[in-house]
Protein backbone atom coordinates (compact mmCIF):
# COMPACT_ATOMS: atom_id res chain seq x y z
CA UNK A 1 0.00 0.00 0.00
CA UNK A 2 1.41 3.45 -0.86
CA UNK A 3 0.73 6.66 1.02
CA UNK A 4 0.83 10.05 -0.25
CA UNK A 5 -0.04 12.87 1.85
CA UNK A 6 -0.79 16.00 -0.47
CA UNK A 7 -0.84 19.44 0.61
CA UNK A 8 -4.48 20.48 0.28
CA UNK A 9 -7.68 19.43 -1.56
CA UNK A 10 -6.39 20.48 -5.21
CA UNK A 11 -3.05 18.82 -4.81
CA UNK A 12 -5.31 16.11 -3.68
CA UNK A 13 -7.08 15.95 -7.09
CA UNK A 14 -4.74 17.13 -9.22
CA UNK A 15 -2.13 14.31 -8.19
CA UNK A 16 -5.51 11.90 -8.67
CA UNK A 17 -6.59 13.29 -12.30
CA UNK A 18 -2.61 12.62 -13.31
CA UNK A 19 -2.67 9.24 -12.17
CA UNK A 20 -6.43 8.65 -14.03
CA UNK A 21 -4.56 10.17 -17.26
CA UNK A 22 -1.53 7.89 -17.12
CA UNK A 23 -4.03 4.99 -16.77
CA UNK A 24 -5.33 6.27 -20.02
CA UNK A 25 -1.91 6.98 -21.72
CA UNK A 26 -1.10 3.38 -21.25
CA UNK A 27 -4.34 2.10 -22.62
CA UNK A 28 -6.81 3.76 -24.48
CA UNK A 29 -9.85 1.43 -23.67
CA UNK A 30 -9.07 1.21 -19.88
CA UNK A 31 -12.00 0.54 -17.46
CA UNK A 32 -12.56 2.96 -14.60
CA UNK A 33 -14.71 1.88 -11.41
CA UNK A 34 -15.59 5.59 -9.97
CA UNK A 35 -17.10 7.12 -6.91
CA UNK A 36 -19.26 10.07 -6.14
CA UNK A 37 -19.49 12.30 -3.81
CA UNK A 38 -18.16 14.91 -2.03
CA UNK A 39 -14.02 14.05 -2.31
CA UNK A 40 -13.80 13.34 -6.01
CA UNK A 41 -15.35 16.53 -7.65
CA UNK A 42 -12.17 18.03 -7.39
CA UNK A 43 -10.26 15.44 -9.29
CA UNK A 44 -13.80 15.24 -12.20
CA UNK A 45 -12.69 19.25 -12.42
CA UNK A 46 -9.35 18.43 -13.39
CA UNK A 47 -10.18 15.74 -15.91
CA UNK A 48 -12.61 18.31 -17.25
CA UNK A 49 -10.27 20.93 -17.79
CA UNK A 50 -7.23 18.30 -18.65
CA UNK A 51 -10.18 17.67 -21.68
CA UNK A 52 -10.73 20.99 -22.38
CA UNK A 53 -7.19 21.60 -22.88
CA UNK A 54 -7.61 18.63 -25.93
CA UNK A 55 -4.97 16.93 -23.53
CA UNK A 56 -7.36 13.73 -23.70
CA UNK A 57 -9.98 11.42 -24.84
CA UNK A 58 -12.34 9.80 -22.90
CA UNK A 59 -13.93 7.97 -25.87
CA UNK A 60 -12.57 4.48 -25.73
CA UNK A 61 -13.07 4.42 -21.88
CA UNK A 62 -15.29 2.48 -19.98
CA UNK A 63 -16.82 3.34 -16.68
CA UNK A 64 -18.53 1.53 -13.60
CA UNK A 65 -20.06 3.14 -10.50
CA UNK A 66 -19.45 2.10 -7.40
CA UNK A 67 -22.73 2.37 -5.98
CA UNK A 68 -26.72 3.83 -6.33
CA UNK A 69 -29.58 4.70 -4.45
CA UNK A 70 -32.36 2.43 -4.13
CA UNK A 71 -35.99 4.73 -4.56
CA UNK A 72 -34.55 7.57 -6.43
CA UNK A 73 -34.81 7.61 -10.16
CA UNK A 74 -32.23 8.29 -12.40
CA UNK A 75 -33.75 11.26 -13.43
CA UNK A 76 -33.70 12.73 -10.27
CA UNK A 77 -30.89 15.38 -9.53
CA UNK A 78 -30.12 13.63 -6.36
CA UNK A 79 -29.53 10.10 -7.96
CA UNK A 80 -25.56 9.16 -8.65
CA UNK A 81 -26.87 9.05 -12.47
CA UNK A 82 -27.60 12.81 -12.32
CA UNK A 83 -24.23 13.09 -10.27
CA UNK A 84 -22.24 11.83 -12.76
CA UNK A 85 -23.87 13.40 -15.82
CA UNK A 86 -23.33 16.89 -13.95
CA UNK A 87 -20.02 16.58 -12.91
CA UNK A 88 -18.35 14.58 -15.11
CA UNK A 89 -19.63 12.84 -18.12
CA UNK A 90 -21.73 15.77 -19.78
CA UNK A 91 -18.41 17.27 -19.66
CA UNK A 92 -16.15 15.42 -21.56
CA UNK A 93 -16.35 12.57 -24.94
CA UNK A 94 -17.02 9.39 -23.12
CA UNK A 95 -19.94 7.41 -25.07
CA UNK A 96 -23.16 6.77 -23.58
CA UNK A 97 -23.16 3.15 -24.01
CA UNK A 98 -19.22 2.35 -22.20
CA UNK A 99 -20.96 4.24 -18.96
CA UNK A 100 -22.46 1.83 -16.46
CA UNK A 101 -24.35 2.43 -13.06
CA UNK A 102 -26.26 0.10 -11.09
CA UNK A 103 -30.13 0.39 -12.27
CA UNK A 104 -32.43 0.81 -9.29
CA UNK A 105 -35.31 1.26 -12.08
CA UNK A 106 -34.60 -2.43 -12.63
CA UNK A 107 -37.70 -4.66 -12.07
CA UNK A 108 -35.89 -7.40 -10.17
CA UNK A 109 -33.09 -5.76 -8.40
CA UNK A 110 -31.38 -9.53 -7.54
CA UNK A 111 -31.13 -9.83 -10.88
CA UNK A 112 -29.62 -6.49 -11.74
CA UNK A 113 -27.15 -6.72 -9.03
CA UNK A 114 -25.86 -10.11 -10.36
CA UNK A 115 -25.78 -8.74 -14.05
CA UNK A 116 -23.54 -5.85 -12.74
CA UNK A 117 -21.54 -8.31 -11.07
CA UNK A 118 -21.16 -10.29 -14.55
CA UNK A 119 -20.24 -7.04 -16.50
CA UNK A 120 -17.12 -6.72 -13.99
CA UNK A 121 -16.61 -9.51 -14.55
CA UNK A 122 -16.41 -9.04 -18.31
CA UNK A 123 -14.47 -5.86 -18.29
CA UNK A 124 -11.95 -6.17 -15.46
CA UNK A 125 -11.48 -2.75 -13.85
CA UNK A 126 -8.15 -1.29 -14.40
CA UNK A 127 -7.98 1.53 -11.89
CA UNK A 128 -11.12 2.21 -9.33
CA UNK A 129 -11.22 5.34 -7.51
CA UNK A 130 -12.80 5.35 -3.94
CA UNK A 131 -13.63 7.68 -1.14
CA UNK A 132 -14.08 6.30 2.74
CA UNK A 133 -17.31 7.40 4.51
CA UNK A 134 -17.34 8.27 8.12
CA UNK A 135 -17.94 5.10 9.79
CA UNK A 136 -15.19 3.38 7.54
CA UNK A 137 -17.44 2.34 4.06
CA UNK A 138 -15.88 2.08 0.65
CA UNK A 139 -18.78 1.89 -1.98
CA UNK A 140 -21.68 1.62 -0.01
CA UNK A 141 -20.32 -1.42 1.93
CA UNK A 142 -21.20 -0.37 5.58
CA UNK A 143 -19.52 -1.51 8.45
CA UNK A 144 -20.25 -5.31 8.78
CA UNK A 145 -20.31 -6.38 4.87
CA UNK A 146 -18.36 -9.60 4.26
CA UNK A 147 -15.11 -8.88 2.55
CA UNK A 148 -16.57 -12.01 0.13
CA UNK A 149 -19.91 -9.64 -0.85
CA UNK A 150 -20.26 -8.88 -4.70
CA UNK A 151 -22.55 -6.59 -5.89
CA UNK A 152 -25.98 -6.07 -3.79
CA UNK A 153 -28.41 -3.95 -2.03
CA UNK A 154 -27.91 -2.62 1.01
CA UNK A 155 -28.97 -1.11 3.90
CA UNK A 156 -27.82 2.18 4.92
CA UNK A 157 -26.77 2.87 8.62
CA UNK A 158 -27.44 6.00 10.48
CA UNK A 159 -23.80 7.70 10.18
CA UNK A 160 -23.78 7.42 6.58
CA UNK A 161 -27.67 9.04 6.29
CA UNK A 162 -26.65 11.56 8.61
CA UNK A 163 -23.74 12.57 6.22
CA UNK A 164 -25.58 12.25 3.62
CA UNK A 165 -28.79 14.71 5.07
CA UNK A 166 -27.31 17.39 3.39
CA UNK A 167 -28.10 16.35 -0.01
CA UNK A 168 -31.57 15.29 0.84
CA UNK A 169 -32.61 18.51 2.90
CA UNK A 170 -32.78 15.90 6.40
CA UNK A 171 -31.27 12.38 7.68
CA UNK A 172 -34.69 11.23 7.23
CA UNK A 173 -35.51 11.59 3.72
CA UNK A 174 -32.19 9.90 2.89
CA UNK A 175 -33.19 6.30 0.99
CA UNK A 176 -32.82 3.72 3.45
CA UNK A 177 -30.76 1.42 0.83
CA UNK A 178 -28.51 1.13 -2.37
CA UNK A 179 -27.11 -1.08 -4.66
CA UNK A 180 -23.20 -1.45 -4.04
CA UNK A 181 -20.25 -3.05 -5.39
CA UNK A 182 -19.14 -5.66 -2.76
CA UNK A 183 -15.84 -5.59 -1.23
CA UNK A 184 -14.67 -8.85 -2.90
CA UNK A 185 -15.65 -6.61 -6.11
CA UNK A 186 -13.96 -3.64 -5.42
CA UNK A 187 -10.86 -5.74 -4.62
CA UNK A 188 -10.65 -7.53 -7.77
CA UNK A 189 -9.64 -4.61 -9.62
CA UNK A 190 -6.33 -4.14 -10.76
CA UNK A 191 -5.49 -0.54 -8.87
CA UNK A 192 -7.13 1.23 -6.35
CA UNK A 193 -7.14 4.90 -5.86
CA UNK A 194 -8.26 5.92 -2.35
CA UNK A 195 -9.08 9.56 -2.11
CA UNK A 196 -9.53 10.67 1.23
CA UNK A 197 -9.59 14.77 2.27
CA UNK A 198 -10.59 16.84 5.49
CA UNK A 199 -9.90 16.24 9.40
CA UNK A 200 -13.61 14.82 9.81
CA UNK A 201 -11.91 11.73 7.93
CA UNK A 202 -8.70 11.65 9.53
CA UNK A 203 -9.73 9.24 12.80
CA UNK A 204 -11.21 6.53 10.70
CA UNK A 205 -8.69 6.89 8.20
CA UNK A 206 -6.01 6.41 10.48
CA UNK A 207 -8.23 2.92 11.87
CA UNK A 208 -8.46 1.55 8.23
CA UNK A 209 -4.90 1.99 7.39
CA UNK A 210 -3.42 0.82 10.58
CA UNK A 211 -5.18 -1.03 12.85
CA UNK A 212 -6.19 -4.71 12.26
CA UNK A 213 -8.19 -5.68 9.27
CA UNK A 214 -11.59 -6.03 10.26
CA UNK A 215 -14.96 -6.39 8.09
CA UNK A 216 -16.01 -3.22 11.03
CA UNK A 217 -14.08 -1.21 9.36
CA UNK A 218 -14.70 -2.02 5.25
CA UNK A 219 -12.00 0.36 3.96
CA UNK A 220 -9.58 -1.92 6.09
CA UNK A 221 -9.35 -4.48 3.45
CA UNK A 222 -7.53 -2.25 1.43
CA UNK A 223 -4.31 -2.81 3.20
CA UNK A 224 -4.30 -6.36 1.32
CA UNK A 225 -4.83 -5.32 -1.91
CA UNK A 226 -1.99 -5.58 -4.25
CA UNK A 227 -1.70 -2.31 -5.92
CA UNK A 228 -3.32 0.22 -3.52
CA UNK A 229 -2.41 3.76 -3.82
CA UNK A 230 -4.14 6.72 -0.86
CA UNK A 231 -3.86 9.82 -1.77
CA UNK A 232 -4.69 11.97 1.79
CA UNK A 233 -4.45 15.94 1.97
CA UNK A 234 -2.50 17.23 5.09
CA UNK A 235 -5.69 17.31 7.37
CA UNK A 236 -7.03 14.06 6.49
CA UNK A 237 -3.20 12.86 7.16
CA UNK A 238 -3.33 14.46 10.85
CA UNK A 239 -3.53 11.47 12.59
CA UNK A 240 -1.44 9.33 10.99
CA UNK A 241 1.52 11.51 10.12
CA UNK A 242 2.79 10.28 13.13
CA UNK A 243 2.52 6.32 12.41
CA UNK A 244 4.52 6.58 8.98
P1 LIG B 1 -17.68 12.08 0.64
O1 LIG B 1 -18.23 10.58 0.65
O2 LIG B 1 -16.63 12.13 -0.41
O3 LIG B 1 -18.88 12.90 0.30
O4 LIG B 1 -17.15 12.34 2.02
C1 LIG B 1 -17.35 9.54 0.72
C2 LIG B 1 -18.10 8.24 0.89
O5 LIG B 1 -19.10 8.22 1.63
O6 LIG B 1 -17.69 7.23 0.30
Redesign the pocket.
Known amino acids: MKIIITKNYKTLSTLAASLVIKQIKKKKSSIFGL?T????QGLYQELTNIYNNKQISFKFVKTFNLDEYVGIRAKDSRSYHSYMQKNFFNKIDIKKTNIYLPNEEADDLKKECANYEKLIKKFPIDLLI????HDG??GFNEPGSKFSSKTRTINLLAT?KA?NAKYFGGQKKVPTQAITMGLSTIMKAKKIILLVSGND?ANIIKKALKEKITQKIPASILQKHPDATIILDETAATKLIKLL
Do not use: F, Y
Open positions: PGHTPLGIGHITSK
